[in-house]
């Protein structure tokens, strides 16, 4: 290790302390929780409405149509007659990616007439499809006398960043001109400082009547029960990349549904006797393959809506790792994206080492500017162990040789990575410490500034080495290890193996807290433990690196009270110094960490604790706005009658939120596949009580096919193979 890789960034920043990181970080101005909200998104775009399928009728939210990191459009408004339609009701469909919002007239004065409210209907249908929105308003008049209309839409283009977006604050930007370039089509187009042109492009069919800047207007005549529609398009361009002309709606909207049933056609279904339970599935499947995104190299599920639809390493892999039963297609494309994408270089700036994994990718101006670090920022220490794990765990499940024969200079690269530059010191541990102040202060999945401390609330000096980190580091090298075994490298799998047992030794010696029944969140630079109990010792029963004589009291400590809520177990328990439940990492609840720990706790045959958070998650789930788990919630007290408390900028939908469900119901389950052995396995299955049968079908192994149902009798589960091809054996065992 080089001198210079020693003297990178020694001290930690407390909450006390500045830190640029927070310039980065999400100003709640205003609550994504306040009011129902819908999301749309394909490829690259994304769209935050309002119930009404409008954007910006408030000031200073997060609504727009964006693309790449910037926001193309920051206000729409549908006005019939000048007024604002009464909702009756919006929906985003989980098998369209489509929104579909119904509304009908406020009561309205055209000329010396009264039109009584609920006389037309408007139906608007929209979706997103290569970086344009499509919308159609169908209009209905159920009265009895023939009508004439006039119908708005209003609309601008603000061309901010996402980081603008989230809270921080710029000295200067481009340059923004909007002309009226035809009788249909009004043009904005942003003069970036990066050099590049992005441009939104609006219009409307039939031609509208009037038209300006910011304004078109449609006039509709109805005869009784009549009919008619209005089509929008919105088309994204940036001109760093190619762009396709807007299409028929109707073919569009033809493509789109074809695309969605294409990405789910080969999955494994889940039904249940609970119609809320399939609900939640239906939402979670719905949610994923709307953040999936396809590239040259595959499906990468991007983060989340609002504040991360892009590529993070972290993120990727770990919803592909509790998708692996489900779809192991998303794992594959999550390898090869990250293998294109590994860092080749040192580079400061991004916080890049040679054979580093990728944090996250940025396309937005600030990012090209590098005002923030992200445009390829690799400021995570957990994705390059985690990304050697899922390809172990990957082949196992697939015996796709030839995928991991095409990254392995990869895989060897995050090796040596792991070695050179991970492990700072040489103590067989893997620390962080950013390289420049703008990079991440703590490279965790924790990453607030705050996360990290010692039990008397100071702030640790690192570098730091993480508790689930190493937990990571030794599950990878066991998997490199399996995968080197299968290539055909011997010598490479004993030195794998051995060096994972001593970290396994080293991590007991220095992690493990007697006092607190689990272990330390993690060692500071000079190697003493921050003795702070969390829900980071829960990834290390996940990554099974827990000696199996304290897996029962790491257990015990997490489902404590002061950890578990009732709604699920919380990043740090109550009575810590920094515990606040309205915190980002210091006390929230996140359904991933409760999934993870739920699989952990299974690992060790810890089942009826696992299925108790399976069951707590699921109860906090029904209770979110379409069933769907969002990126965090509050960690208060479960009260009767009430339901969890939200957080107010959390991602809904974010792709490990909606993967934990399967992560938590595999975790249940016991069930994993094996290709090696040929084995779908069912390991000591439980159910909770909400469910009596379940049946899961088109569940593959190889060329094998099976479909089960599994029945629970009090706490007993019996399975049945309901269709089966192939020559997969299916064993359960009690």
Known sequence: MSESIRKIGQAMPGPSSPNLWSEYEIEAT?????????????????????????????????EGLYCRDTRFL????????????????????????????????????????????????????????????????????????????????????????????????????????????????????????????RCTVVEMAPTPVAIDRQRMTAEVELGPYEQRSLFLTIACLDKAVAAEPPMNFLAAYRDTRR?????????????????????????????????????????????????????????????????????????????????????????????????????????????RLREVPFGRYYGTIDATPLFVMLAGLYLR????????????????????????????????????????????????????????????????????ALCEVQAYAYAAKLEAAAMARRLGHEDMASTLTAEAERLRIAFESSFWCEELGTYAIALDGEKRPCRVPSSNAGHALFAGIVSPERARSVGASLLKPEGFSGWGIRTLPAGQPRYNPMSYHNGSIWPHDNALIAIGLSRYSLKAEANRVFCAIFEAGRHQDMSRLPELFCGFNRRPHRAPTPYPVACAPQAWSAASIF????????????????????????????????????????????????????????????????NARIIVSK
């Open 30 to 62: 205003t609550s994504l929780t306040d009011r129902a909200l819908r999301n749309l998104k394909h490829g690259d775009a994304f769209a935050v409405l309002d119930a009404h399928g409008d954007i910006g009728t408030l000031s200073d939210t997060a």
């Open 74 to 197: 920051s206000r729409l408004e549908l006005r019939v007659e000048g007024k604002r339609p009464l909702l009756l009701g919006s929906a985003v469909h989980e098998d369209k990616a489509a929104l579909s919002v119904e509304l009908a007239n406020p009561d309205l004065r055209i000329g010396d007439e009264k039109l009584p409210r609920d006389t037309i209907f408007l139906h608007r249908t929209k979706f997103l499809w290569r970086a344009i929105c499509y919308e159609r308003v169908s209009v209905r008049n159920y009265g009895a006398a023939r009508r004439r209309l006039r119908i708005d839409l209003l609309f601008d283009a603000d061309f901010r960043d996402m980081f603008e977006v989230r809270g921080t604050r710029r000295l200067r930007r481009g340059t923004t001109t909007v002309e009226v370039e035809a009788p249909d089509r009004v043009a904005f187009r942003y003069a970036g400082l990066d050099r590049v042109e």
């Open 259 to 367: 695309a969605r049933r294409a990405a789910t056609a080969g999955i494994a279904t889940v039904s249940s006797s609970s119609n809320l339970f399939d609900a939640t599935l239906g939402r979670a499947v719905s949610d994923i393959y709307t953040l999936v995104t396809r590239s040259e190299f595959g499906p990468y599920p991007y983060a989340g809506i609002p504040w991360f639809n892009t590529v993070f390493g972290r993120d990727g892999i770990i919803t592909a790792m509790m998708m692996l039963w489900v779809d192991p297609e998303i794992a594959r494309g999550v390898l090869r994206t990250l293998a294109a994408m590994q860092a080749q270089a040192i580079d400061p700036e991004a916080d890049a080492q040679p054979g580093k994994i990728l944090h996250e990718l940025r396309h937005g101006e600030m990012a």
């Open 397 to 464: 499940r697939t015996g796709d040789v030839a995928t991991i024969k095409s990254i392995w200079p990869n895989i060897c690269a995050a090796l040596r990575w792991m070695d050179e530059y991970g492990d700072r010191d040489g103590d067989g541990f893997i620390e962080y410490a950013r390289a420049r102040e703008s990079g991440l202060a703590n490279q965790g999945w924790k990453d607030s500034h705050d996360a990290i401390f010692h039990a008397d609330g100071s702030d640790p000096v690192g570098p730091i």
């Open 663 to 726: 992560g938590l119901l595999g975790a249940c389950l016991g069930l994993s596949l094996d290709h090696e052995r040929n084995e779908i396995q069912l390991q000591e299955p439980v159910m909770p009580d909400f469910l009596d049968e379940l049946v899961i079908r088109n569940l593959r192994l190889g060329s094998s096919r099976a479909d089960i149902r599994l029945h629970r009798y009090g706490t007993d589960v019996t399975a049945n193979v309901l269709a089966r091809a192939g």
